[in-house]
T-cell receptor, first 113, second 109 residues
Framework: DADVTQTPRNRITKTGKRIMLECSQT?????MYWYRQDPGLGLRLIYY???????NKGEISDGYSVSRQAQAKFSLSLESAIPNQTALYFC????????????FGDGTRLSIL | GQNIDQPTEMTATEGAIVQINCTYQ??????LFWYQQHAGEAPTFLSY????GLEEKGRFSSFLSRSKGYSYLLLKELQMKDSASYLC??????????FGTGTRLKVLA
């Protein structure tokens, strides 16, 4: 089984719909992250959480919200989806110490029509 | 501002050596990471540098010069499976990772 699991893997929806992307991990890491990846723009940080009570905005948090339900679970919500949120979304985790690599889920390909 | 620059695309021949450069300007520095990402897949960790110098891991080596804000990833004995994007990322002072846009490497037979 994957250490970092994202659901769904693919989603097509319409403008204005509310969408939740879920991420769960079995690595026991405290830190969890949500990124989006767009062609030519690389990975951009949406939100990150260093523990259950800690939530921080990344560089592109507008239009998104998150919930850290447990150490192992971190979900990303689009309250009212718009077409320019069409992207590949990745969840990642890392250990609590600095200088630790991130471990990525397999991604969610989201298309908003 | 914070910025990481990498070439967009490179091409090399199977069995050859290729060097992928990365320059960075960030407000903090806790280390530099290289990731490999095959098309449509998740990035996977390759290497990490926090001190100046060369780190070697099999066919892959990574170099860092903090004073120059410069790193490179060296891939030796290229194989077809090395065709992928290579992402340079810096962990800044606030424990956030800043990623470059990636270098797409094509390995030709």
């Amino acid at each position: 089984d994957a250490d970092v699991t994202q659901t769904p893997r693919n989603r097509i929806t319409k403008t204005g719909k509310r969408i939740m992307l879920e991420c769960s991990q079995t690595k026991g890491h405290d830190r969890m992250y949500w990124y989006r990846q767009d062609p030519g723009l690389g990975l951009r940080l949406i939100y990150y959480s260093f523990d259950v009570k800690d939530i921080n905005k990344g560089e592109i948090s507008d239009g998104y919200s998150v919930s850290r339900q447990a150490q192992a679970k971190f979900s990303l919500s689009l309250e009212s989806a718009i077409p320019n949120q069409t992207a590949l979304y990745f969840c990642a985790t890392s250990d609590g110490d600095t200088n630790q690599p991130q471990h990525f889920g397999d991604g969610t390909r989201l298309s908003i029509l | 501002g914070q910025n990481i620059d990498q070439p967009t695309e490179m091409t090399a021949t199977e069995g050859a050596i290729v060097q992928i450069n990365c320059t960075y300007q960030t407000s903090g520095f806790n280390g530099l990471f290289w990731y490999q990402q095959h098309a449509g897949e998740a990035p996977t960790f390759l290497s990490y540098n926090v001190l100046d110098g060369l780190e070697e891991k099999g066919r892959f080596s990574s170099f860092l010069s903090r004073s120059k804000g410069y790193s490179y990833l060296l891939l030796k004995e290229l194989q077809m499976k090395d065709s992928a994007s290579y992402l340079c990322a810096v962990e800044g002072g606030t424990y956030k990772y800043i990623f470059g846009t990636g270098t797409r490497l094509k390995v030709l037979a």
